[in-house]
């Protein structure tokens, strides 16, 4: 494992100024696995004052309180952490006072789970009492200490840990797993802004749907509407699955992107409460994307997420089942509602949809295969599917005498002629048809 230079200077400075300094964490971590870090943190023996002179203009008290300083490198900033042991916690959330203390060890057994645990100085000594290098190489997600008291310390570790285990690919070790089901009602207690955060890390992993697929009950105290896709049986030949365990299929489905996965975790969301049986026995869901649109709005919201991100993933729910007729016609109007960048997201939606049914049915994959080659086609040759590539605009209107709102209907009325091949897009033949329409 290499350092980044920056990150060396800064333990080097402290090192000379008589302290300990260690990498620790997520960065010790994620480079034995040979992934580079995204952050490295670094914890010392030194005093967050002591931090601060030290670095002089290049520090910054960020989080004094909890001991923490930032340092401005050429590299980007990195956290310095004073060593320090969290005193009672209230509410399942956060200590109610830290203590600062000269040893690492100490530092590490306030850490939540072995593989998280670990630090490594310059000199490529690490410090490992917990065991999580041995983790690591095994696989396996273990908490510090008693796995029951930690969740109930803060039981943000309890989502903590089934993210790490869906994006490091960690088997959850057996009494850390029953701690996370036995404590899972404390999560009710943590802010929905920290468990988006927590939960969208989860949601890309490369084993996203099994950690769903094991702990539905844990996503259930945030989301209680998963709760009711799981053991339902769909009574249709198309699906050989219940609803939850086509969700988790289509989900596996799509790249590891949080947009897509999102979309597949709620888009039969409604189907529960949009199911009928009719004579023959045999189960619909009419009407159930708009049902699981409503449905995922409200859960996005709950949980505080940006308005684009929600309105994106609401769409392609909305969208999922909707047939898109494989004509340049009909490709140039999906092109026009949903723009380049969702119409790919919903084929890649719809394929996936399409591969969590029975296998006799995923020759539809040919479909989508066609409409993207449309697709392709069209954006190749530069089709006008937007009022922003019309080869007219709005000046144009302006000075052959119209106003006002006409402007803008005279303009989406050639865009619709032009999208149907009734008129080229060339701004002699779209003038020459506003003037015979004056
Ligand atoms: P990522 O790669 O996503 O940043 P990370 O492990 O670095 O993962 P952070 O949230 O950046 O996660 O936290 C840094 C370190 O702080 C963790 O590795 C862990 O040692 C410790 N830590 C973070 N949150 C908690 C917590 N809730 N309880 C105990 N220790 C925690
Ligand atoms: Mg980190």
């Not at 009672?88 to 072995?114: G, I, K, Q």
């Not at 998280?116 to 490992?128: C, F, K, P, T, V």
Request: glycine share 10%.
């Amino acid at each position: 494992m290499d350092i980044p230079e920056n990150v060396r200077a800064v333990l080097r400075t402290l090192e000379a100024a008589g302290h300990e300094a260690w990498c620790v964490g997520g960065c010790v971590r994620d480079a034995m696995l040979g992934k580079t870090p995204e952050d490295w943190d670094v914890t010392t023996s030194a005093p967050p004052q002591e931090t601060l002179t030290v670095f002089g203009s290049q520090a910054e008290p960020t989080g004094l309180k909890h001991g923490t300083v930032t340092v401005k490198t050429p590299g980007g900033p990195v956290e310095v952490t004073t060593y320090r042991i969290d005193g009672m916690y209230r509410d399942h959330r956060r200590p109610e006072s830290v203590t600062f203390t000269r040893s690492v060890e100490e530092d590490l057994a306030r850490r939540d789970f072995t593989v998280n645990a670990m630090a490594w100085n310059l000199r490529g000594e690490l410090r490992d009492p917990f065991g999580g290098r041995e983790d690591l190489r095994r696989g396996l997600l273990r908490c510090v200490g008693d796995p029951d008291r930690r969740f109930q310390e803060d039981a943000l570790r309890i989502l903590r840990g089934l993210r790490f285990s869906s994006a490091l690919g960690l088997a959850i070790e057996s009494g850390t797993a029953a701690a996370v089901l036995r404590n899972r009602e404390g999560l009710g207690d943590i802010a929905p802004e920290r468990i988006q955060v927590e939960f969208f890390k989860l949601l890309p992993g490369k084993q996203a749907a099994e950690v769903l697929r094991g702990y539905p009950e844990v996503f259930g105290v945030f989301w209680p509407e998963l709760l009711a896709m799981v053991g339902f049986d769909q009574r249709n030949r198309h699906h050989c699955y219940d609803v939850w365990e086509h969700t988790l299929h289509a989900l596996d489905a799509v790249p590891g992107d949080l947009v897509l996965r999102c979309t597949m975790l709620l888009h039969d969301v409604g189907k529960p409460d949009s199911f009928t049986l009719d004579e023959a026995g045999v189960g619909h869901f009419y009407g159930h994307p708009a049902v699981s649109r409503d449905l995922a709005d409200g859960m996005l919201r709950r949980l505080k997420c940006g308005t684009d991100f929600r309105e994106t993933v609401v769409r392609l729910v909305e969208w999922h089942d909707k047939d898109i007729p494989r004509t340049d016609k009909s490709i140039r109007r999906a092109l026009r509602i949903l723009g380049e960048e969702d119409l790919r997201r919903l084929i890649l939606v719809k394929r996936a949809d399409n591969l969590g049914q029975a296998p006799e049915f995923w020759e539809r994959q040919r479909e989508l295969d066609k409409a993207e080659k449309i697709l392709d086609k069209l954006l190749a040759e530069d089709a006008c599917f937007s009022l922003k590539q019309l080869a007219v605009k709005g000046g144009d209107l302006l000075a052959l005498g119209f106003s006002g709102p006409a402007v803008g209907a005279a303009l989406e009325e050639l865009l619709e002629k032009v999208m149907d091949g009734a008129l080229p897009n060339e701004r002699g033949a779209l003038l020459a048809a506003l003037q015979k329409n004056r």
